[in-house]
């Protein structure tokens, strides 16, 4: 009960407070009901926008710019910076 499934974004555990745990995101903030584009904000990197099309790609809001996901994780996410042209990391 409270999981959820998107053929796009996959599984992720919804709790009545808005966050979820998705299986790669890890636990993010959902702002949207949209099931087709969601906005959602990840602790450290900010609000992030994607939709069924793009997704790995994620729009993030605080710089104007998109990124790649490529792993990600509750501790970890691996992503390619498009505006800064470089792999990053974000966590341990």
């Known amino acids: 009960e409270g999981w959820k499934w998107l053929d796009w974004f996959g599984h992720y555990f919804e709790t009545s407070q808005g966050w979820i745990y998705h299986y790669e995101l890890g636990w993010i903030y959902l702002e949207s009901e ?28 605080s710089v104007s710019d998109w990124i790649f996901l490529d792993g990600g994780g509750e501790s970890l996410w691996n992503f390619y910076d498009f505006g800064g042209a470089q792999w990053m990391s974000l966590g341990e």
């Open 34 to 61: 949209d099931t087709r584009s969601i906005w959602f904000w990840k602790p450290g990197i900010g609000w992030l926008w994607t939709n069924v099309h793009l997704y790995p790609y994620l729009y993030r809001y």
